[in-house]
């Protein structure tokens, strides 16, 4: 009798494990991950959040939810605590304002929901609270920089250093951004230090071109003296409100701007002339592509994404994402496709 009733118990047992391994698998085969992105509007969040949802898909997802927060912090927490509810198994979130670090992680925590940050970190006081996708924002920031000081003197463009400025445009609201313009003024001070008198000064703006343009075109009318510009940008955006903004002044035949991304710059580069003469590529397919393979390994397999890059004194650590500079000379051949 006391053989059966162990039998019992323990066919009972196995019969519950087999359930939990079911619901388990049953989970695997039925991933849902949800993307939420700052500014669908925007071509990089266009290519890096479809490259994402191919990748999740090829790797045995089910469903990638793409959302648009649209640079809107109300709209972003609806979205997030509206993913959370439907029980997705991962979030991929660009915040439109890093403000929102710990609440999104404290969510995605008590919800027991794995979360990564694609180009702009989730942090607070400088540490960082999750798993993220950066651009190595200060070197690629001088890249841009050099790439201008290079350009700049090749070209023997400065003949009168008193009526000659620089500009970099900041984000200085996104921690990611913040690097990218002091890497290139880093440059651009060191390599033009024979040219005291040709003026520095910074703008700040949201990431957006209209806003990039209202800015540089207050700032090139609060400095009237100013007839040749060089411009940096934190992202293509910057950069192409810049180039507008200087075509209505009139000034865009002497000047040259430089963006990052590549995404815009390109259009630019297939006109007869424009100011954008230059930007730091990045691939955004890379991006969507190594952000979501992290996320399913970390669905699927358990491994905690971009572990390996966890720095001393920080929760986590950043996986590097690179970029070449392109021009109108070789834009093509080092963009391939996706210059068309």
Request: with cysteine; glycine share 6%; proline share 3%.
């Amino acid at each position: 009798m006391k053989k059966c009733v162990r039998m019992a118990a323990i066919l009972v047992a196995a019969a519950a494990l087999c359930s939990v391994v079911s619901a388990q698998n049953a989970k695997k085969d039925n991933i849902q991950i949800a993307g939420i992105y700052k500014a669908l509007d925007q071509v990089w969040f266009q290519d890096t959040s479809s490259a994402a949802e191919k990748t999740a898909l090829k790797l045995g997802a089910k469903k990638y939810l793409k959302i648009d927060a649209r640079m809107n912090p109300d709209t972003y927490m609806s979205a997030l605590e509206n993913v959370i509810a439907q029980k997705v198994d991962g979030i991929i979130v660009c915040v439109p304002d890093q403000v929102l670090s710990r609440v999104t992680v404290e969510k995605c925590k008590a919800a027991g929901i794995p979360v990564i940050a694609d180009d702009d970190a989730l942090i607070e006081n400088g540490k960082k609270l999750a798993p993220s996708f950066e651009l190595d924002a200060f070197l690629v920031g001088k890249e841009m920089g050099q790439w201008l000081v290079d350009y700049v003197k090749t070209n023997k463009l400065v003949v009168d250093q008193a009526s000659t400025g620089y500009l970099a445009l900041t984000m200085l609201t996104v921690n990611s951004c913040v690097p990218r313009s002091e890497g290139s003024i880093a440059a651009w001070k060191a390599g033009m230090a024979d040219s005291p008198k040709v003026a520095t000064l910074t703008a700040d703006y949201n990431g957006e071109a209209a806003k990039a343009f209202d800015v540089v075109a207050a700032t090139i009318t609060a400095n009237p003296r100013i007839k040749t510009w060089f411009v940096t940008a934190p992202n293509d955006e910057g950069a192409q409100g810049a180039t507008r903004a200087l075509e209505q002044a009139g000034l865009d035949k002497k000047a040259v701007v430089v963006g990052l991304g590549g995404y815009l710059a390109k259009d630019e580069f297939k006109k007869s002339y424009s100011a954008f003469k230059a930007s730091a590529y990045i691939d955004p397919v890379t991006d969507g592509e190594t952000v979501a393979t992290a996320m399913m390994n970390w669905i699927k397999n358990g491994k905690e994404a971009f572990a390996e890059y966890k720095q001393p004194g920080q929760d986590f650590g950043m996986y590097p994402l690179g970029a070449k500079m392109v021009t109108k000379e070789n834009y093509r051949a080092t963009m391939g496709k996706a210059a068309d």
